[in-house]
């Protein structure tokens, strides 16, 4: 099946995938089976029977999946491959926790620029950045090339920035603003992060009693 | 339909209807037909009306939906009614953000507790709370009724505090971790945030150029 056909929820999981079978791959697993894999990822084997068959010629009968393959090719899917250059606005606890993140992860975003509109955070160090003011936005553009933003900034503050840096010729974000980029935005890709929506998720869990609808 | 049976990916986009619902509320709006809520929200008004049929009893043909019953419908569903003792663990950057968000949120969850295993932030405020030394844990439980734990630690240090909450009666985690508690603890409750798995996906959406994944 070709990769454009894969499902949304299966894309979804393939994250959950990846880690896990790197974890595996640190401790030495060389082939697991799907039922192996079910009991790890609390998923059940057939359904990652199901998933997995969306890549095509992994697995065989009684043999289980050949770990690092597998995790390669998931890797390949996700586009893990490729490279791209970040900017950040918005330094706050938030902000400072993402750029963070970013510095030891870099494995396809590297983060090359952060900015914030408060002027005593101008010159402050988070890894391997400065933080900039937000005024010399359009200055930065003209020396680098950055494919993507990462919006750490509060819903009011969102529709300016995102006017700026879709002028700027920014067209995928990392967006924690809660402000809704893709609707103003048609032809832009965004990965929202909503920690209030993932909250409401957990109460509705709790109030319902439901571990495990993750799994499904 | 009762709501036990609605299904995960609905589930799933029911803090975006209460959300979007929400902001209409604010700006006076009393119907909305699904045509305008689709428009608004990135679904199609044929999604949304199957989605909605799940609570049973809204929209008239041609009417539109009540926008305040529908609100308050999705969010007895959520269980945003309810209300919950909540802890946080590890108050760097990420947990830090968390904590404040929770100060400002507050409808469910309250933030009772913030604690750290850094000396040299005991006594620190954030928001309502000031930060306790983690050694204290067991103690606070004395005096505390405590449902929610919110897990902003290194994955190395989760599985030893995930150990001494579950033996101090808690049962569901809003897990920043990276750690698989639910593997570990069947009868817990956790909703996980992986940043890390967003940045995967977002770095899937741009490899492979799909700008609407969440819509479906």
Chains 1, 2 share one sequence.
Not at 24 to 48: D, H, P, Y
Not at 80 to 85: K, R, S
Request: glycine share 8%; net charge neutral; charged share 20%.
């Amino acid at each position: 099946m070709s990769k454009d056909k894969i499902a949304v929820p299966v894309i979804r999981r393939l994250p959950r995938y990846y880690r896990f079978l790197g974890d595996l791959l640190e401790n030495g697993v060389v082939r697991i089976s799907s039922r192996e894999l079910s009991a790890k990822m609390g998923l059940t084997a057939s359904q990652i029977r199901q998933d997995l068959n969306c890549f095509g010629g992994f697995g065989q009968q009684g043999y289980g999946y050949p770990v690092q393959n597998l995790h390669e090719e998931i890797g390949r899917i996700l586009g893990l491959n490729n490279h791209y250059n970040a900017i950040l606005i918005g330094a706050g606890h938030l902000g400072t926790a993402v750029a963070v993140h970013m510095t030891l992860e870099r494995k396809v975003f590297r983060l090359i620029g952060i900015f914030d509109r408060d002027r005593d955070k101008v010159g402050q160090r988070i890894g391997e950045n400065c933080i900039d003011h937000i005024d010399t936005l359009e200055h930065f553009f003209c020396d680098h090339t950055v494919g993507t933003a990462i919006l750490c900034v509060p819903k009011t503050a969102a529709p300016d920035l995102a006017e700026r840096l879709y002028r700027l010729g920014v067209r995928s974000f990392w967006n924690f603003s809660h402000y809704d980029l893709a609707i103003h935005y048609p032809d832009i890709i965004v990965e929202n992060v909503h920690l209030n929506d993932s909250l409401m998720i957990l109460c509705y869990k709790i109030a319902n009693c439901q571990h495990h609808i993750d799994s499904e």
